[in-house]
């Protein structure tokens, strides 16, 4: 079984659903976690962590976390040497993300209400790896700024999927991976 497989294994979808959905955790589809919020499609989450191509002890960034299933497998994807920060502008996904993944017993994983106005973390970048579950409407420098060297980001931008990658020159490459729908990027 390769990482992803083995992260979607151990980390399973209905954990974090609301309990009102959790009979529908093998729908693949987006199922709503409240607030006008989603959990994204697992075949979504999956194309999107294999283009992030999270390695063991890296510092992730999981921008929209929502029910905290993302976080969480990106926490097993990094192991116990890596960190992952979620980040999450409902304060209400915030504390049951947080609850969800607490129960994960992955303690280098965490979620905190974002910060208005300010995209991910600069405070603590640079980072490894980045996650963005929402759709933005044009590629968010600011997120692109806190790529470490040789680092990843993988957004939807305008319905397409983007891989941003940062050379360890510094220079940027993007390339585009299919069409997908998200819930909207807030900043």
Do not use: C
């Not at 979808?13 to 989603?38: C, K, M, N, W």
């Not at 050379?167 to 990027?185: C, K, M, N, Q, T």
């Amino acid at each position: 079984m390769d990482r992803v497989s083995a992260a979607f294994a151990a980390m399973p979808r209905e954990l974090f659903l609301p309990s009102e959905v959790r009979t529908r955790a093998s729908y693949d589809g987006p199922l709503q976690i409240g607030h006008g919020q989603t959990n994204s499609q697992p075949r979504t989450v999956e194309d999107m962590l294999r283009l992030l191509d999270v390695r063991p002890g890296q510092r992730v960034l999981d921008v929209g976390s929502g029910s905290g299933w993302t976080t969480a497998l990106l926490a097993h994807l990094t192991g116990v040497t890596g960190r992952v920060r979620g980040v999450e502008r409902v304060p209400e996904l915030v504390t049951t993300g947080s609850a969800a993944l607490e129960r994960t017993g992955q303690p280098w994983a965490t979620i905190e209400a974002a910060t208005d106005g300010m995209l991910g973390l600069p405070r603590d970048a640079p980072f490894d790896r980045i996650l963005v579950s929402a759709g933005a409407a044009k590629l968010p420098e600011t997120l692109v700024n806190q790529l470490d060297s040789q680092g990843v980001l993988v957004i939807p931008v305008d319905n397409v999927m983007l891989r941003v990658t940062r050379s360890a020159s510094g220079d940027i490459a993007r390339s585009e991976h299919g069409r997908y729908s998200f819930v909207p990027l807030i900043d």
